[in-house]
């Protein structure tokens, strides 16, 4: 069963275009991954950014994220964060037409 998982980044005062730009690196380290459906990062309204991720296993997503290239991530935007970014692990719960209804 895949799983959605967001992770919101709490960039330092300033630093939220460069935060974007410093996860390229590993965002596309990221997508060669097993597993990896979805890795996508969003500017939100209240100055944060969120990655949106979509796992085909719970198991990619656990080797996710010990992995070399959640690594090169971490490593980018270390000096650009506020703190550990609030991720939340969800499960989809389809509603509606298929293409629609899920992530």
Do not use: N
Not at 67 to 75: A, C, N, T, W
Request: hydrophobic letters at 35%; one cysteine or more.
């Amino acid at each position: 069963m895949t799983v959605v998982v967001t992770a919101v980044f709490q960039p330092k005062p300033g630093k939220q275009t460069e935060l974007a730009e410093a996860m390229r690196r590993g965002i596309e380290a990221v997508h060669t991954e097993k597993g990896c459906e979805l890795y996508a990062i969003h500017e939100a309204e209240d100055g944060t950014v969120t990655m949106i991720e979509k796992w085909t296993t719970v198991e990619d997503l656990d080797t996710h994220g010990d992995s070399d290239e959640v690594k090169i991530l971490r490593e980018d935007i270390k000096d650009l964060i506020e703190g550990p970014a609030v991720v939340t692990r969800m499960t989809p719960f389809p509603v509606g037409s298929p293409e629609q209804g899920a992530l």
